[in-house]
DNA sequence: ACAAACCAGACGACCGGTCGCATAATCGTG
DNA sequence: CACGATTATGCGACCGGTCGTCTGGTTTGT
């Protein structure tokens, strides 16, 4: 096989493994379900990973890149500040949870809250995606300082710090109330407050 | 078997579930090593629980019920106003979770996370659960409000959701940091700052 | 013809759940 | 009260299934 085809297929198994980890979490989502799917036989699943660990730890890799580029991506829009462009990321992403029947949640905290004590494989994983996120969530409120709409007593870090602690709260509480309120609450409570200069 | 010592060995089965589910979550904890653990045989199982899911509710149950007694104690204690109860009780759990190693977190959290959206049975208990326990911290800044420590521009219910969400998340985190830092930080953000009267 | 890559199937372990047998408790009868 | 018959209960062994992982025959490419 090519080395071309077979990255190919090791980003299939990727793809495959975020929607299904998402969906069901990490010891109730089997390989063979997995490999099943993307028709790639049982045997040949340890020419790709060397363990279920390990592959779980790159879909957590694989998983929050595209959020990453999404904000990234906010963030270039000249039209937005560094506020606006948190608030236009996060209306999106209520958007389309909603969409999707409250299902899942987010993969970093799942895997956070199943495995991020017992997997050490998976939790520098964990602590790579969620370093990285932080600090462009930071970037954001950064540029917020600077351009005024963001308050300076308190550090940029500290605030995207609770942003994601209290965005996956939230995440919680909408899998449970199979509802986007806790989303949209904690966004107004901290976007539109919390975070504003006094 | 008498009906005492039935549920005595019932309280037993809870108690080591409860501290398994905290350890390993659901998927990964076996009703054998729970039931192995209090020497009760596995055919007696089913004498006690309908299955290992309706056995998961009664844990969620018999788990926040000391949450919520501790918190109410500090509620009747007259030395303290609603806030200051909220930030006594938060400082203890803090050091609770430094000494067992950041270990679990939230059995509520990690389920929530883990079968929250699908096991119909759980999510109930869940709800039930965590509505009481949001409506005791709700209670407690109201009673701020009341005294005029805490905000009244924002409804006690809000700032209570948002406590718990901000906990939750700060919780996920300790686990992958292994560090208590995430909880000290989100008590003071919320209750030394942004509950507090303008 | 040979080496490398691939993969079917097996492995042992364990899962949640069931079932029939052994033991214990209760009852009927002398 | 004694004792065999009958019912109720407790529980170890077992069920079908699935898990993650490994191995060795087969295919592929050179």
Known sequence: ???????????????????????????????????????????????????????????????????ILRLSAHLQNPELDGLAALKAYYSELIAEVAETGFKGGCLLGNLMGEIGDTSSLCRDALLNAVARYSDLQKVALQRGQQQGSVRVDRSAQAMADLMLNGWQGALLRM??????????????????????VR
Not at 180 to 196: G, I, R, S
């Open 1 to 67: 096989m090519t080395t071309d085809s077979k990255q190919l297929k090791k980003q299939k198994l990727l793809e495959q493994g975020v929607t299904l980890l998402l969906e069901k979490g990490y010891h109730a989502t089997g390989l063979k379900q997995i490999l099943d799917t993307v028709q790639i036989p049982k045997g040949s699943f340890y020419t790709y990973f060397d363990s279920k660990e390990q592959f779980a730890a790159e879909a957590i890799n694989h998983y929050i890149e595209p959020f």
């Open 175 to 196: 899998k449970v109330e199979q509802s986007v309120a806790p989303l949209q609450a904690v966004c107004q409570d901290l976007l539109d407050d919390y975070f504003l």
